[in-house]
């Protein structure tokens, strides 16, 4: 018997898992759903460690988000062999992977994530229903009533009401199912002027995919697979913007679009302790198997562990040839036959510094991405629907081209704050990388309230961005913050009997709202961050 709630959030990755805990945190009872069996999104169901602005560590997030990642580091600290000289670091970075200050395991952010919810979850308060996919959602007089989930394990189905929904799906699925007016894919130049947006509007063209595996290396080991039943195709696919074939070691530097080499060398004999994860200096993308790295052999104690793991999310296995958002299966599928053919290419003809070929000791891995095939659960997707929100974020307000090195728009209702370049990955309307410089921003509470619906809210990378503006909001402690502030924004609005509208709308409403989140430890503006 599933008990009613007060508030339903559908989608359990970190907008999700943000919002229900904040929800909770104000005393509110909620449902949170997931299609997966694992909670956690971007950094457990599809395998991706943090991208993060480069202040992380001094400022820039939430209290929450900031705890998380210190959780994940005691994890480190309380059960692995670490080094002693790796034990004392504060700032420890488990993976010592260049993308993130931070690279790690899925499976301990689960842990964490997991611990994070616990005390709610034993108090009462919150109910987690995983392997529950949205199939169907009702509405009248501008009030979602209810959300029919189906079981993905026996194919039963619940309908769920509450007076608060929150959709924390990776495709803002709910505002599709609900009939909330959303977008989807590039807008038009000429809806907001924005200079990289096109001439019309082109709603099947979204952001690749990338079905992410870990890999680790066991040299005189062969951990071949089967050949994928795809390979034949991407083994010979060449992009028309690609300097070679899409499966080899040469492919575009997304900021220049110049041909760049990329090098492979699996399990380094280099310290970790002296990688920097500084993506402001050095992108660091150009040596894969240190770039995402999510376990470093060298961290520990010796012979603790016989090679390191890396996380395999490179432009080798992006994914574009069809939409994910309207062709989930076969773009799934396909996506999936990808990344199989670029582990069976790397094991059987990728070229080696040494002049031979193949890497057969690769050996994907099961046990870290809790799958049967080591493929991730889930694909990382980047871009999902947009609900049309009271505020559009527009590449007017971060572009740093636009708006100069110190501008940015400062916004009345600011909830939260992030930073990342806008990164666009190659997209299924056949665009190249759009890398564009942008500055540290805001993010304003009228994106998260919907024009016309008085009782869903946004709680992930379904906000009033565009399809530009969505390549810097949507990395994970930008996600975090949204979800958090849905959540915490529900709880407040059942518990005075608001609507949303009226909390972003009214200055003293607002400010009573952003007491609470100054409170929780919500950073909601940017210090000086001139010598950082």
């Known amino acids: 018997m599933i008990p009613e709630a007060d508030i339903l959030v559908v989608g359990g990755g970190l907008g999700g898992v943000a919002a229900a805990l904040a929800a909770c945190r104000a005393g509110r009872s909620v449902v949170l759903t997931e299609e997966t069996d694992w909670i956690g999104g971007q950094l457990t169901s599809q395998a991706v460690p943090p991208d993060e602005h480069p202040w ?39 993976g010592a992977g260049r993308v993130s200050k931070l690279c790690h ?138 300097p070679g074939p899409l499966l080899g070691f040469e492919a575009p530097d997304p900021r220049t679009l110049e041909p760049v080499p990329r ?49 395999v999310n490179w432009p080798l296995n992006d994914y574009w040839l069809k939409p994910y958002i309207g062709q989930e299966a076969e773009a799934l599928r396909e996506a999936r036959q990808l990344s199989l053919s670029l582990l069976y290419w790397l094991q059987t003809e990728a070229p080696r510094a040494d002049g031979g070929t193949g890497f057969p000791g690769l050996r994907i891995r099961p046990d870290v991405t809790g799958t049967a095939d080591g493929l991730a659960k889930a694909a990382y997707v980047r871009e999902c629907r947009r609900i049309k929100a009271v505020t559009t974020v527009t590449e007017h307000d971060v572009a740093i081209d636009l708006v100069g090195p110190r501008g940015g728009t400062r916004h009345r209702d600011s909830v939260g704050v992030g930073s990342y370049r806008i990164d666009l990955h190659p997209s299924t309307g056949g665009d190249d990388y759009i890398d564009i410089g942008s500055v540290p921003f805001e993010i304003p509470l009228g994106a998260l309230v919907p024009r016309r619906v008085r009782n869903l809210l946004p709680a992930g990378k379904n906000i009033g961005t565009t399809h530009i503006t969505n390549g810097c909001y949507r990395l994970h402690p930008v996600e975090w913050n949204v979800g958090e502030v849905a959540g915490a924004l529900a709880a407040h609005c059942v518990a005075e009997d608001v609507e949303p509208q009226q909390v972003q709308a009214e200055d003293k409403r607002f400010e009573e709202f952003a007491r609470l ?7 909601r503006h940017w210090p000086d961050v001139r010598g950082y």
Not at 125 to 151: C, K
């Open 56 to 94: 992380v560590e001094q400022f820039g997030t939430t209290a929450s988000y900031r705890r998380l990642r210190e959780e994940i580091r005691r994890y480190y600290r309380h059960w692995y062999p670490l080094r002693a000289e790796a034990l004392t670091l504060t700032d420890l970075n488990p």
């Open 105 to 242: 395991e899925p499976r301990v952010a689960l842990a964490v994530l997991e611990g994070m919810l616990a005390p709610h979850r034993a108090a009462g308060r919150l109910t987690v229903l995983t392997e529950h996919r949205p199939i169907s959602a009702e509405s009248d007089n501008d009030v979602v009533r209810s959300v029919t989930l189906e079981d993905l394990r026996d194919g039963t189905h619940r309908t769920l009401s509450a007076r608060y929904v929150l959709d924390a799906t990776e495709t803002g699925e709910l505002l599709h199912l609900a009939d909330v007016e959303h977008a989807n894919g590039a807008e038009a130049r000429a809806e907001f002027d924005e200079p990289h947006a096109p001439d019309e509007a082109q709603p099947l063209n979204q952001q690749g995919i990338t079905v992410c595996f870990a890999l680790s290396h066991h040299e005189g080991e062969d951990h071949t697979i089967d050949r994928p039943q795809d390979y034949g195709f991407w083994r010979t696919y060449q992009p028309s913007f690609w």
């Open 263 to 311: 090098t492979f060398v699996p399990n380094p004999d280099l310290d970790p302790l002296g990688v920097s994860a500084d993506q402001s200096a050095d992108a660091g993308d150009k040596e894969l198997w240190g770039f995402r790295r999510i376990l470093a052999r060298k961290l520990h104690a010796s012979g603790a562990f016989d090679s390191d793991i890396t996380l």
């Open 517 to 523: 989140l100054d409170r929780d430890g919500v950073q």
